[in-house]
């Protein structure tokens, strides 16, 4: 096998566990060492490549540009780890779904309107706010996962684990895990 093809996403999350895989220090450096990142938040790549062999998705899937990225990045990816409690359940995203269905109305008018300091609206041009989705849904009620990475964020330590399992080629040992090759 040559050089893994690896990916990383922010879909809606706060980043923090992409600030847990940045915690990976060093060790960031060995794997810069050994496999291709082609894609992520903390690279300038603009549109999902194809041929990805493993993508850790952190955040929960909120709108309309989360979902289209989503749809793509399965097409494109042979190994899907769903990256964090937020990508695993919907976790805090996910909090505006006890709202009901009117939950975007309520999120962007507390945003946007009794938040503001000034101008208070709502945005309304194409391509500034994404529409967001009736329901905060996690990647899994989306499409397919071959692995789950819970914690908020998942701690360095366990991302290594996963990297270290998908560097050799060999399933996670961390309970409740599975990825699958091939
Ligand atoms: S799982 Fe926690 S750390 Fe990760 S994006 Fe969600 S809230 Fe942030």
Redesign the pocket.
């Known amino acids: 096998m040559g050089r893994l093809r690896i990916a990383t996403v922010?879909l809606?999350?706060?980043?923090?566990?992409?600030?847990?895989f940045l915690d990976l220090d060093e060790f960031l450096i060995e794997l810069a060492g050994k496999v291709d990142l082609v894609y992520s938040p903390v690279i300038d790549v603009k549109e999902y490549p194809e041929g990805v062999d493993v993508c850790l998705i952190?955040?929960?899937v909120c709108n309309q540009d989360n979902l289209e990225l989503l749809l793509d990045i399965r097409e494109r990816t042979r190994v899907l780890v769903s990256?964090?409690?937020?990508?695993?359940t919907g976790?805090?995203?996910a909090i505006r779904n006890q709202l009901g269905p009117r939950s975007c109305e309520n999120v962007l008018q507390c945003a946007y309107i009794d938040n503001a300091q000034a101008n208070q609206r709502v945005p309304s041009k194409d391509g500034i706010v994404p529409k967001l989705l009736d329901r905060v849904r996690p990647i899994h009620e989306v499409v397919g996962v071959e692995a789950y990475l819970p914690?908020?964020?998942?701690s360095a330590a366990r991302i290594r684990a996963l990297l270290d399992c998908v560097l050799e080629g060999r399933p996670p040992q961390l309970e409740g895990e599975m990825l699958r090759f091939g």
């Open positions: 922010w809606g999350g706060c980043s923090g566990c992409h600030m847990s952190e955040g929960a990256f964090g409690d937020c990508a695993v976790n805090v995203p914690g908020c964020p998942p």
